[in-house]
């Protein structure tokens, strides 16, 4: 029994043919043929068995033979906001392992004490894509680029929200406790939305914590340990994850 092969198609009912890019892999790499069977998925939470009606070297033309929605592995929108770090395979791989575990939006924020004040979306956005179809998730999570720290709190004004930093003479609370509906004040709830900010390698300034959490964010821990960002960043989606 061959494999299912899995590629993005954002528009798959829309059009008859893949997109350049995964027409190449179809059929330079895979070498399907005519006939042969694929899965298509939309991120929007829908695959769909398709049929492959034309394979040339530059085209890959298919029929829909059976939509096929899928149910969500999680409750509540999982949102990440997080500084980028100096050096973008950190990011890169902070990418396709959240995807392989399953998120819906992450933000990339310009700190006071950020490394990094620019980066390249679409390089971030194919790594998404091929986490996506490698782990057979059905929902593409939406990258956004740069924005202001300051900007984005006042724009995020609603829901369960989060800052995740290390200065002890700040109280925080066990982030995983509050996601799991555990806690006290801040706790959140299993079908709630959730975002969670984790700032740049030297953290954010108390200045910037401060900010948030006069604007309602509550300031939390992810344990124990000193992690690095990408790792931060890592283990906050797997707890909202996990919790929801």
């Known amino acids: 029994m061959k494999e299912e092969r899995f590629f993005y198609v954002p528009d798959a009912t829309s059009r008859q043919t893949l997109p350049d890019d995964e027409a190449v892999h179809a059929v330079r790499v895979l070498r399907l043929n005519e006939g042969d069977e694929m899965m298509l998925m939309d991120g929007q939470g829908t695959f769909y068995r398709a049929r492959v009606t034309e394979a040339t070297q530059k085209r890959c033309g298919y029929t829909i033979e059976a939509a096929m929605p899928q149910q969500r592995q ?11 770090t100096k050096m973008m395979e950190r990011m890169e791989w902070l990418v396709e392992k959240a995807t392989e575990i399953g998120f819906d939006e992450m933000s990339l924020l310009d700190c006071q004490f950020s490394e990094r004040k620019a980066v390249k979306l679409p390089r971030l956005e194919k790594i998404a894509v091929a986490a996506l179809k490698q782990s057979r998730k059905a929902w593409m999570p ?9 900007k984005f709190i006042a724009r995020h004004a609603t829901g369960q929200r989060y800052i995740a930093h290390c200065y002890n003479e700040i109280p925080r609370e066990d982030l995983f406790a509050l996601l799991s509906g555990g806690g006290g004040f801040g706790r959140c709830g299993n079908n709630e939305d959730a975002l969670v900010l984790i700032g740049p390698e030297g953290d954010f300034s108390f200045d910037e914590v401060q900010m948030a959490i006069e604007a309602g964010y509550i300031s939390v821990s992810l344990g124990k340990s000193r992690l690095r960002t990408e790792t931060a960043g890592l283990a906050a989606v797997m707890m909202m994850q996990l919790a929801k």
């Open 142 to 150: 939406i990258i956004n680029d740069m924005t202001d720290f300051r």
């Open 74 to 84: 999680w409750q509540g929108r999982v949102h990440l906001a997080i500084a980028p």
